[in-house]
């Protein structure tokens, strides 16, 4: 089997990840931060350990700073709902995943101003553009790190300097990069940067969190039990415990502790060659199957190991079940959560396949694929594709 | 261990603990007497004679302490981590 849909979530995990998540369950039963006994320290010092591997990770100095969320889109909302009010402006792109737009969407029903920057048809986004929206004040810039479709990189440096430089703040989702990206969110400057921990991360699903600045100021999503300040029916407001009421993910937690330390004793740089390379690799020896149409830009250095196509006369979800079904490869095809990003590649509604390599996937994997596609394109092109599938079976052998 | 500090959360009790650790001082994480501890499980018993120099490298590594008290407990049976 070849798995190449690590954007949804990487598979497989590092050695040791499935390991460290029993031995949370069996050794370190208790609940975080509530009790002094012995196996509520035990979890308490994974949530901690946690905590620091992800903020040496992220270049954030402070660990207190890192709040742990179920994944990327909790996070997203924590900042969008925490920070937004009526009739504050926020400015976001055209190739945002639902995960932003649909809180936007929905804070935009309760009289906040959206606007949208459109992307180029590769998925670029221009930083002018994006200033000339800001001109105009705004509360918050809100942008992905990269495209979950195209694989498109946001200059996400450039975007920081010009939202600090119009009084903005700046929200990064980080949700296809974190872990397969370097991101030092001090030196960025970044405000605030949500991510999960079952992508790029490699941890289990059900992990993720929130990063906040020092200074930067946000209401609770949720609020209730902490551990702390126990005797008061107010919700605490010091960091981390503001924005984690209620039994947190531990078992979650020490498997995304250790994936962390994979990521950190191999280097995130070596992740970013190495699935940039294969990215890489498949344009080239895609680029001549018959009838292929990549999206995004063909510059290694401006994307992710996410690359999106589709095939003539087939639909993307002919092409997935073939692929799963005839040659055991794992893709997502449609709209994959985002149809703002679809309309500006042009691929809206019918949407695209998408291949998103991982640490674990290689060359020869790429390869396979390739020729996967060439004899799906082959079918295609001879009308197989059209047919009911039996005929797709029939023309196979 | 002559002294104790209390947190207001075990974010920062656990995170004090490392960090005088990997400074060389004596650290332990103890379940917090209550009447010194009231706001989270755990305190953190270290040496009392060291506590300006303990006070100013939490405060340099950003970690938020309640208190820092000179406490002598009655036995050391309730260490956790020695149990």
Known sequence: ?397 | MDGLISFFASHHAIRAETVLKRHGHAARLVPGPRELSPNCGVALRFEYAERDAVAALLTANRVRIDGVHSYQPRTDDWNVRSA
């Open chain 1, 1 to 397: 089997m070849i798995y190449f849909d690590n954007a949804a979530t990487s598979w497989p995990k590092p050695p040791g990840v499935a390991a460290a998540m029993a031995e949370c369950l069996s050794e370190a039963g208790g609940n975080p931060g509530r009790s002094g006994h012995r196996l509520s320290v035990a979890a308490a010092r994974i949530v901690e350990d946690a905590r620091e591997g992800l903020a040496a990770l992220f270049g954030a100095d402070d660990p207190s700073r890192i709040v742990f969320a179920p994944n990327a889109t909790h996070a997203l909302n924590l900042a969008l709902y925490g920070l937004l009010r009526p009739r504050d402006r926020v400015v976001t792109t055209g190739i945002e995943h639902n995960s932003v737009m649909r809180p936007l969407r929905h804070l935009e029903t309760r009289g906040v101003e959206v606007v949208v920057v459109p992307c180029g048809s590769d998925g670029s986004l221009d930083v002018q553009k994006v200033e000339q929206a800001l001109q105009r004040g705004a509360r918050l810039l809100v942008t992905t790190h990269a495209s979950n479709v195209s694989g498109a990189i946001v200059p996400i440096a450039e975007l920081a300097a010009v939202a600090r430089k119009h009084g903005a703040l700046y929200l990064v989702d980080a949700a296809q990069t974190a872990g397969s990206a370097p991101i030092d969110v001090g030196a960025l400057g970044l405000d605030l940067m949500a991510f999960t921990g079952h992508k790029g991360l490699l941890g289990p699903t059900g992990t993720g969190g929130l990063y906040v600045r020092d200074g930067v100021s946000l209401t609770p999503l949720v609020r209730g039990g902490t551990g702390s300040e126990s005797a008061y029916e107010i919700q605490p407001e010091f960091m981390p415990d503001m924005f984690e009421s209620g039994t947190l993910n531990v078992a979650g937690i020490a498997g995304l502790a250790t994936a962390t330390r994979f990521l950190a004793d191999l280097g995130v740089e070596a992740v970013q060659a190495h699935e940039r390379q294969l990215a890489a690799h498949f344009m080239t020896e895609a680029a001549a199957v018959s009838g292929i149409t990549l999206y995004g830009s063909g510059e290694a250095t401006e994307r992710c190991g996410i690359v999106s196509f589709t095939l003539a006369d087939a639909s993307p979800s002919e092409v997935g079940l073939l692929l799963d079904e005839s040659f055991g490869i794992m893709a997502r095809t449609g709209l994959h959560c985002a149809p703002a990003a679809h309309r500006t590649l042009g691929t809206f509604p019918a949407g695209t396949v998408r291949f998103s390599f991982g640490w674990f996937n290689t060359s020869s994997e790429v390869d396979t694929a390739v020729e996967a596609l060439r004899q799906i394109a082959a079918w295609s092109a001879n009308g197989a594709m059209t047919s009911p599938g039996h005929r797709v079976t029939e023309a196979q052998s």
